[in-house]
């Protein structure tokens, strides 16, 4: 069940030529020889699973290069365990290759996964090959560890805590919002910017101390802030404040949204932004903030976790057009 | 990055109404709250991990039942974690749902899920859905657990080693040959029974406590045996002789061999048994084949492992048309 074929090289040489040098450097991938890895968990540590999916056309565009496609997907998953506080340790990695695939395409798409396997210190443990004729395909199950009884979860958030986000929100969608001409693009060099952050988001690995220690409850958003944060909300049973004029935007986004509301609205509920909202309680958001700023991540506090309310969110500054019907990210396709 | 669209039911109803139930008994799920599993190994256990990903028109045919398909994703992962003799602890599934898709698939495949999840003690603990417009997709990552350091591998096979296979070999090709037309049907009973062969495998769990006490190497048989022993032949630096005439057919694969070269090639190549190959050390060959009876499972010495050798495979028997020029299964699509 593993062989890809009709392809301009054969599963033999897929697996020797660029995917065991990829497997080299981690102790869990047996050198790709068993068909599974063997992970040794250390003691006292539990171990956070994540899968995430991309799909050719739905997740990624065709023409995105073909490197950083491979290594959104790692990212992705990084930016999954960083939410929970865990540590990267290794991931195995499902490859659907399309029919008109070719050997330089495998080429840059491994030294994608290779350049992001040094950055992240994560490296393939394990996988399958297969034959997608229509689409290119990469599933990734990202494997980190973390103290036993650690794992910061999503649906520990209680009224009275204060909500973070990190980074800039929208970069992402308003690039996706560009190519779709939903939206005119700025210049040339904030449209670069929101195609490198489409492109490249940057999981938010040095929060993790941060989070491990003073997070109430935490979770990646990744299908929008304001559809991402009703599922928060909804899943730890309360409601949210949130002060619309105090989201980050980044110097581009901001050019762009400024008095568009279709803009706002697409950079709130776009999606792909992989950072992180973070529920802290009220006696450690100094505490909070240092350790973040320690870490050289920018937090920026954008409301408070309610009591529940009919209403799961609450605006302190909504301008009468602002509605969000539609809450969340559907993917491009 | 989870939602699907454009299908009859939103990513909502699907988590809400279709996965969470199957991830109930799942003691890592997290009620598939969090966007991630979180595992806690038990002290003195490593843990085995293996990835397959199904495609459809690769890896099954559209008008395979669908809730077969499911049960069929589930077993071969299943397989995998038998050769290395751990048992199962749960999986990930990734799902990627057509164009063509409905509720009623939906129900059928998750209904399939249930019911080897029940069979085998497995069950989902996260995942990810997308959509994959022209092929439905499932991407299974299990996990097993072994006690540390007794993983069977497949490299460690040695030269004197015995070689034995579980079950009977061949039946799943037959089925897909006959579906291609490139072999003609037996009568409907036998006709019945490779095709649930093909869809339903059987994988041989059963084993786990004899491969673990006595296999010197194993590995699972999904690429047609004469392909798979010769991968597990070269990892582990040796060759086999192999005695064609003692392999174990079914009485309908044996129906169609009869005297055709054609159909026992494809029956030694076409791969999809999920049976295992087993080394066993000439001094342990009563002891595997009592432990194996105690299981009720079938096992079949059809070999000798021996010094490496130019030739990696030979025969004790070959008829003289008997060519392996394509050692291992090509998916059909």
Not at 213 to 222: G, L, T, V
Not at 297 to 324: H, K, N, Q, Y
Request: proline share 5%.
């Amino acid at each position: 069940m593993t062989a890809i074929e009709a392809q301009h090289l054969s599963e033999h040489e897929l697996i020797e030529e660029f995917l065991k040098p990829l497997a080299k450097s981690s102790p869990y991938s047996l050198n790709l020889d068993d068909d599974a890895a063997l992970l040794k968990p250390r003691p006292g540590h539990d171990l956070v699973i994540t899968k995430d999916v991309l799909v050719e056309r739905i997740h990624f565009f065709e023409n995105d290069p073909t490197g950083t496609i491979a290594r959104k997907a790692l990212r992705v998953n990084l930016s999954d365990l960083a939410s929970k506080g865990a540590r990267p340790l290794g991931y195995l990695l499902g490859l659907g290759l399309p029919k008109n695939w070719n050997r330089q395409k495998t080429r840059d798409l491994c030294a994608g996964f290779a350049t992001d396997q040094e950055t992240f210190d994560f490296y393939v443990m394990g996988g399958d090959t297969v034959s997608s004729p229509e689409r290119l395909l990469i599933s990734i199950t990202a494997i980190g560890e973390i103290k036993s009884g650690q794992m910061t979860h999503r649906n520990t958030a209680t009224a009275g805590d204060v909500l973070y986000v990190s980074g800039t929100i929208g970069d992402a969608a308003l690039h996706t919002a560009i190519c779709y001409k939903k939206l005119s693009a700025p210049d040339d060099e904030k449209a670069h910017f929101l195609r490198n952050r489409f492109l490249l988001p940057d999981p938010v690995i040095a929060l993790t101390a941060a989070i491990d220690q003073y997070a109430k409850a935490a979770m990646d958003i990744s299908d929008g802030l304001i559809g991402d944060l009703v599922k928060m909300c909804k899943a730890s049973s309360v409601s949210a404040k949130l002060d619309l004029g105090s989201i980050p935007y980044s110097a581009a986004a901001a050019s762009m949204i400024s008095g568009q509301r279709l803009a706002q609205q697409i950079a709130l509920t776009g999606g792909d932004d992989y950072e992180l909202l973070v529920a802290v309680g009220p006696e450690n958001t100094l505490s909070f903030e240092k350790e973040a700023s320690r870490a050289s991540i920018a937090v920026t506090r954008i409301g408070v976790f309610e009591e529940r309310a009919d209403e799961t969110l609450s605006f302190c500054d909504a301008p009468p057009w602002m509605s969000f019907e539609k809450m969340s990210y559907e993917h491009f396709s």
